[in-house]
């Protein structure tokens, strides 16, 4: 009766045994018979051959940085030499040019140039050289002697080499390595591809990472004091020490895993195409875009004070504890489901809402609306250059699918659902004398789904070109073809496209609004009309249990870990990764080959048009007018081979004096 809370009271008083019970199992027994030769215990020698291997295997990383003649961290930094005077330099770029194989590595943060780093093997060591721009080594001077150097067509190895191609005009037949995107085929997973991970990985070494050498810093802050300069040339020593003697052991790696072909014939000459696509950019009407953002801050404006004579009173719109004191406390609506930081206003749970409470269609507005103002309308006017052009970059490393994604600023995600999104892309619009072509691929993860599978009526239905939804929806609904219902039709696309996302009966009974009874039965009659389907799915889930991976058709292998974890919601996820990743890798593949041949075609036929944007399955050409007609005509003969499927791949074209009419 004594403990309070009242809470902790009722605990003991319904489960004693059990607090009895914790009590055993936390008392440390002082009198168990433990026998200890202090002696044997002391510390001697630290600083052993076995103490080094011993601590590299366990990455204790400061530790390691005390031995003084243990190891490859003081072998690698032997081998660093800081050069500051031109006369050495030009000497070192001479020597560089003698070599077969050289590692490279530019530096940059930002619109700031930092450092360069030069490395070879010669007696069986490598040499790094560093160069920070300072007097004579500036960095034009820098730039240029590099591009020389990968002019060449000697073997140069980097850790990032579309970083140096922004500074560079050399085409995709040179001789080059790029080991951050080797790293990356080899484990997806991961969040970075940095020249200490790679080290340790493919080389055996504990190296000092960027944090270990310069902390919280960026390296354009460090730079600018000489002890933090001294931290950022042996960074960059450490990016071309890496690159170059890691070379090797990923293509070797690559070959082992069965991925050295889509290294070398895809992502390799991908990093070409993306770098050029940089480089152009793309044009926005700077004036149309303000006007744009004004529309939507007038409709926000409007939406405020809708929603604060709905609610009573004014409050933070923006501040989901206020909303959720708002809806579910003063106007009691149903479904609040309170959390620790108050009520949850997620999108999940106001959707339900909208159609039965105005405010809460109101605030889905709202909220649309700001993202788009913040987002795109004010967001994308920071990223425009003096010539009126975005330049966005696009990233290989980042998706485990293989996808490429878009940043800084984002043109991949700018809203298509709601025609109040599409219209932002009126402001993207080409420069005089040309127009915007763009092509993308119909329905392309369902072709390559029903060529993984196999499936002969889903491959039989494309090769008769008949409407795959309605077709569907035909047999899952057991109607005639011709008595289709839109309604059946638009739940058959869903099931179509949810199949290739391993979407569950839950997931189903959410996207149509139906219970998950209904929910599982269209997904057994889906399984029904295409049964080789189901067995290809469910192939894929048990060869990820195998192996541990699965694979696109080109061999782009998908790590699924999470097969493995205790957590059910986990392996759930991993099955549905099981069943995604070929089919959309695939089709990620795909587009990175077209993307590829149509922008050479472009270049040999020496054509003023050019590829300057990818999304998802969406190629988009900024074309001169004369040129539409032989532009057209290499989008589509090459976006259609580049794939041998079983079906064929289709492709949606359309021209336009801006984005939004091209689409």
């Known amino acids: 009766e004594e403990i309070k809370p009242k809470k902790a009271q009722n605990a003991f008083l319904e489960h004693y ?11 440390i027994h002082t009198d168990s018979p433990v026998e200890l030769d202090r002696e044997k215990a002391r510390v001697h020698d630290l600083y052993t051959q076995e103490t080094y291997e011993f601590f590299k295997e366990l990455e204790f990383k400061n530790f390691l940085s005390r031995f003084q003649d243990k190891g490859e961290q003081v072998k690698a930094e032997e081998a660093f030499q800081k050069v500051e005077e031109l006369d050495l330099a030009e000497e070192i770029f001479q020597k560089a040019e003698e070599k077969e194989e050289i590692g490279l590595e530019v530096l940059e943060e930002g619109d700031s140039f930092l450092g360069l780093a030069l490395s070879w093997e010669e007696d069986g060591k490598i040499s790094v050289y560093g160069f920070l721009p300072q007097g004579f080594l500036t960095r034009d001077y820098l730039m240029e002697k590099a591009a020389d150097l990968c002019g060449y067509g000697k073997m140069v190895a980097s850790l990032d080499i579309k970083a140096m191609l922004r500074h560079m005009d050399i085409r995709e037949h040179t001789a080059m390595f790029d080991a951050g995107i080797a790293a990356y085929l080899l484990n997806p997973l991961k969040s970075q591809y940095t020249y200490d991970d790679i080290a340790k990985e493919y080389l055996g070494e504990i190296l000092p990472a960027k944090e270990d050498l310069i902390g919280k810093l960026t390296y354009l802050k460090a730079a600018k004091d000489e002890a933090g300069e001294q931290e950022v040339v042996k960074s960059i020593c450490y990016m071309a020490y890496v690159a170059l003697k890691a070379r090797k052991p990923l293509l070797e790696a690559l070959e082992d895993t069965g991925m050295k072909k889509l290294f070398t014939d895809i992502e390799m000459p991908l990093l070409f195409t993306l770098s050029d696509m940089e480089k152009e950019g793309i044009r926005v009407n700077a004036k149309e875009l303000k006007e744009y953002g004004e529309k939507l801050q007038v409709r926000i404006e409007e939406l405020e004070k809708k ?8 409050f933070n719109i923006n501040s989901p504890k206020q909303l959720g004191v708002i809806l579910f406390e003063k106007m ?5 489901k309170k959390t620790k930081t108050g009520y949850s206003t997620a999108a999940d749970v106001l959707e339900k809402l909208a159609p039965d409470h105005q405010i809460v269609a109101d605030i889905l507005e709202y909220r649309q609306l700001a993202k788009l103002k913040s987002t795109y309308a004010d967001g994308l006017a920071n990223y425009i250059d003096e010539g009126g052009r975005i330049h966005s970059t696009f990233n290989q490393t980042i998706t485990a699918t293989g996808r490429i994604s878009s940043t800084e600023p984002n043109l991949q995600n700018i809203p298509i659902r709601t025609e109040l999104g599409r219209l932002l892309r009126k402001v993207f619009i080409p420069k005089d004398g040309y127009v915007f072509l763009d092509a993308d691929y119909s329905q392309i993860e369902l072709r390559v789904l029903a060529h993984m599978s196999g499936d002969e009526k889903l491959i039989q239905a494309y090769r008769e070109a008949q409407d795959i939804h309605r077709i569907t929806a035909s047999q899952v609904f057991h109607v005639p073809f011709d008595q289709v219902t839109p309604l059946q039709r638009r739940n058959a696309k ?6 290739v996302y391993g979407i569950s009966s839950f997931g189903l009974s959410q996207d149509l609004s139906i219970t998950r009874k209904e929910a599982a039965k269209y997904i057994e009659d889906y399984f029904k009309t295409y049964p080789k389907i189901k067995g290809f799915l469910d192939g894929l889930v048990k060869q990820a249990k195998e192996q541990g991976y699965v694979s696109t058709m080109f061999g782009r292998r998908r790590p699924v870990p999470e097969l493995k974890s205790s957590n059910f919601m986990q392996r759930s996820f991993g099955e549905r990764v099981a069943m995604n990743s070929p089919i959309q890798g695939t089709a990620a593949d795909i587009i990175k080959i077209a993307m590829n041949r149509v922008s050479r075609r472009l270049r040999e036929e020496n054509l003023k048009s050019k590829l300057i944007l990818q999304v998802h399955d969406e190629l988009l050409i900024e074309t001169a007018k004369e040129e539409e007609p032989r532009v057209a005509a290499i989008l589509e003969e090459e976006m259609k081979g580049a794939a041998d499927l079983s079906v064929a791949l289709e492709v949606d074209m359309h021209t336009g004096e801006n984005w939004y009419e091209a689409k």
């Open 17 to 27: 045994d059990l607090a009895v019970l914790s009590r055993k199992l936390a008392t």
């Open 307 to 314: 929603i604060w004579e709905e609610a009573g009173e004014e």
């Open 332 to 336: 009691k609506l149903p479904g609040g």
């Open 494 to 499: 869903a099931v179509n496209f949810g199949i």
